[in-house]
């Protein structure tokens, strides 16, 4: 875990803290204030703390409760705190030494005592069975925050995304990965903001990471506690809250060059302001941004095709009209506009297109979360509504023929309701109790439209391959360069569900734990085709119309042992899964079954002493009647049920303090995947391919065909330093490499491209005080180009290679000051 310095002041939150044992105080504290608090001598644990309440910060708080208690706070960095013995007093007789200026911060000392609030009751890292991730909010810098999910998996080793474009992608954990393109399956990845769902079967909106408290990421499956769409694990994305008795303001701005490209620059603001007393206060934020483009395109004479913009805000308005009671209501909204595709055909950064590929992604999320405490017990209460519209256009012309573009709008809208009892015991016991309820419809439509020769009247068809195409008109007649549309068939998805779940841990003795839970689920799953009769549309299929249910119970079990007190080994066992639906190929819709996972997980996390820790994990992944998507004859991607399969994977993590302020992190993740029983529509889509070494059964390629997007492995290093820097403050410097290695596109001859293999690094440098600051950020050092995805356009595949490079080396200069 590495912390840095928040720019922004730590507002002083309502602490409520009765008298009890320090190990329990310093849980609620961390909890009511948001700061990192670690415990590193046990033989203090049980001493009493005396009662705190009011509006008070962190460090006020522990040197009100730790008073003559034997023990003592030291802050190491903004929000993070050390528990030691207290030192013995100062002989009457020495005399005292003039006070010494505040160092810098410096990176947090250990990690054992980190919450992780992900697992729905505050569970400390060293007491998970299962690997966790926690980024502080306060360690991302202005540029990674304005990287969305690109951060989170710069940070993750076991997080990969595809690169279709900010706002297109999906997210991957643990090597659970399905396919590259977002269609109707729901996400292997379940994404949380605070106590809200905010995907299902749409793309990752790629939030942007300012002013948030932390991001989670927990290794899945994670089927009890969040249900369907958590195959390979979950991010959770906690914002700040709003503060009740301090008014503040923050302000940045940036300037972006890249090389090979052009300019671009963000800016934002943020503003809390108490309204009334103690009880009520906003919190408010707005951004934007533009990422200059860098790609080429050589058919139509453009230089710089791809550039991105971004415009978003959120607010929170925090009702508390007691201690105990605290009501949140949030509103987030974000659009993302890309003018073109951001891949290239060659190794120059250049592409050859005729016409241009744009996408829009638009986001909004209300959200009303409901507390109290009852003091052994957290009752917490969320509502939340999604509505996410997201157009794509790809090249679809055929080679030598008129311009050719296929338009896909995807509309989401999802409503999702949680509520949720807790317990969080002080030896690493608890339990959680709940019930929700979720509804998404998921509409999708689809157009071709053709440049044509005008012949005959508006309105009067012509007919392209079997494809019936209607010349656009607009209020002045056709548009000035002529097209012809063509609707193809569309689906409606729509999922309910209702669950119940919960899960225990109990501390029989104090070298072993044990947890259980299971999680019951009823689904209804319906859906219809759209600009097709019904008939026609399941012609190949007539059992997909109508309803379907589904109800699943999904149990999970670990045991975790403790040899002695600085060592602990787990074996977990959960299981997950995803629904059905219907999915839509070129005029025909058909019916997908739900796919299920079931993974076994060793682990090991040591903790140990000279600032040192490490963690070790060992995982198998069964997953059954995996639903990913091929290639049809007509080019359109298309969801089946390719089979069953299986996934290894390894990683291990560390985290190092050789001297003071230097903090070193390391990680390293590899995968192994293969389809271990291929379906009929697998071995249709190989047997298209004339090559006998393409086919899954060949004798040639005795192995099954690796899951998409699973790269064998991959990696990162961090390193950071923060020392004094004269009478400005302090200068913090950060520097990073991450590796992803080799994967395939998808599944299937036209899809088993390779990509990947690709080193990304860069260095983030700040300059100044908590109150204002200089920033410098250099991303792709080495200036390399790499093929970090392999799609472009799907209807492009049997033509020329499609590369997705990273992004050229760029310079980020920046200031951001606080009031």
Do not use: C
Request: no cysteine; net charge neutral.
């Amino acid at each position: 875990m590495i912390a840095a310095t928040s720019a922004e002041a730590r507002p002083r939150p309502s602490v409520n803290i009765a008298v009890m044992q320090l190990d329990q105080a310093i849980v609620l504290l961390g909890r009511q204030t948001g700061a990192s608090i670690g415990l590193r001598d046990r033989r203090i644990a049980t001493l009493k703390v005396r009662a705190v309440n009011g509006k008070i910060d962190a460090a006020q708080a522990l040197a009100k409760m730790l008073r003559d208690s034997g023990a003592a706070a030291r802050q190491v960095a903004p929000g993070v705190f050390i528990i030691e013995a207290a030192a013995a007093p100062m002989p009457a007789s020495r005399p005292r030494m003039a006070p010494r200026p505040a160092p810098p911060p410096e990176p947090p000392e250990a990690t054992q005592d980190i919450i992780v609030t992900a697992a729905k009751y505050d569970r400390r890292l060293r007491d998970l069975p299962g690997m966790a991730v926690v980024i502080q909010g306060r360690t991302l810098s202005l540029a990674e925050s304005a990287l969305g999910s690109d951060a989170i998996e710069g940070r993750v080793a076991s997080v990969a995304s595809t690169h279709l474009g900010a706002g297109r992608n999906k997210l991957f954990i643990r090597g659970v990965a399905d396919s590259s393109f977002t269609g109707p399956t729901q996400s292997t990845v379940g994404q949380y903001w605070g106590d809200t769902r905010i995907n299902y079967s749409a793309p990752d909106p790629s939030l942007r990471l300012y002013d948030v408290r932390s991001v989670e990421v927990l290794e899945g499956p994670q089927g009890t506690l969040y249900g369907a769409g958590s195959l390979g694990g979950i991010i959770r994305i906690v914002p700040e809250a709003p503060n009740m008795d301090l008014a503040s303001a923050r302000a940045w701005s940036g300037l972006s060059l890249t090389q090979h490209g052009k300019a671009g620059g963000d800016l934002g603001g943020i503003v809390n302001l108490p309204l009334k007393g103690d009880t009520l206060a906003i919190r408010g934020l707005a951004y934007g941004g533009i990422d200059g483009g860098y790609i080429d395109d050589r058919q139509r004479g453009l230089k710089d095709v791809n550039r991105v913009e971004t415009i978003g805000g959120r607010a929170t308005v925090r009702f508390s009209p007691s201690q105990d009671w605290t009501i949140d209501l949030s509103g987030n909204y974000q659009r993302i506009a890309g003018d073109d595709a951001q891949y290239a055909d060659r190794h120059d950064l250049t592409r050859s297109s005729a016409l241009a590929q744009p996408y829009r992604n638009e986001y909004l999320l209300g959200e009303l979360v409901i507390a109290k405490d009852l003091g052994a017990a957290r009752l917490v209460s969320s509502t939340g509504v999604v509505d996410q519209y997201v157009a794509e256009r790809f090249d679809a012309t055929p080679p030598g023929e008129l311009a050719r573009a296929y338009d896909q709008v995807s509309r989401i809208r999802m409503v999702s309701s949680e509520t949720r009892l807790s317990h969080s015991g002080a030896n690493g016991d608890g339990w959680v109790v709940g019930v929700s309820a979720l509804s998404t419809i998921t509409r999708q439509d689809r157009t071709f439209d053709q440049q044509f020769v005008p012949r005959g009247e508006v309105g009067e068809a012509v007919i392209i391959d079997r494809l019936p195409f209607y010349p656009v008109a607009s209020s002045a007649g056709l548009v000035t360069v002529p097209f012809l549309t063509s609707g193809v068939t569309g689906v409606r998805n729509r999922v309910d569900e209702a669950t119940l779940y919960g899960e225990a841990t109990v501390v029989p003795l104090p070298w072993l734990s044990l947890t259980g839970g299971g999680r019951l689920t009823h689904s209804r799953l319906s859906g219809r085709a759209l600009d097709r009769p019904e008939d026609l549309a399941f012609r190949l299929d007539q059992e997909a119309q109508g309803q379907r249910t589904e109800t699943r119970f999904l149990p999970s079990l670990a045991v975790s042992l403790r040899p002695v007190d600085r060592i602990t080994a787990f074996i977990r066992y959960q299981q997950g899964y995803r629904p059905g639906g219907l999915s839509v190929g070129t005029n025909i819709v058909q019916y997908y079954k739900g796919d299920e996972v079931e993974t076994a997980e060793l682990g090991l996390r040591y903790i140990g002493v000279g600032r040192f820790d490490i963690s070790l994990t060992l995982a198998h992944t069964r997953w059954r009647d995996i639903q990913a998507d091929l290639i049809d004859e007509s080019g359109f991607p298309i969801t089946a049920n390719i089979g069953d399969g299986r996934i290894t994977s390894a990683g291990i993590s560390a985290h190092w303090q050789p001297v003071p302020r230097l903090d070193l992190q390391a990680a390293l993740y590899l995968n192994s995947s293969e389809v271990t029983t291929p379906t009929a529509a697998l071995v249709a889509a190989y047997a298209a391919d004339r090559t006998e070494s393409a086919h899954p059964h060949s004798t040639a390629k005795r192995a099954g065909p690796s899951l998409p997007n699973v790269a064998d492995a991959s990696g990162l290093v961090r390193a950071r330093y923060s020392a004094p820097f004269g009478r400005v403050g302090y200068f913090t410097l950060d520097a990073y490499a991450r590796y992803v290695g080799q994967s395939r596109l998808g599944i299937g001859p036209v899809l088993g491209r390779p990509q990947g293999d690709t080193l990304d690094t860069g260095i983030d440098l700040r300059i100044g005080d908590e109150r204002r600051g200089l920033t410098l950020s250099l991303t792709n050092l080495l200036d390399e180009e790499g093929n970090r995805f392999a799609l472009g356009s799907p209807f492009l595949m049997n033509g020329a290679n499609q590369i997705t490079p990273l992004r050229p080396r760029s310079i980020r200069i920046g200031f951001d000051a606080s009031f």
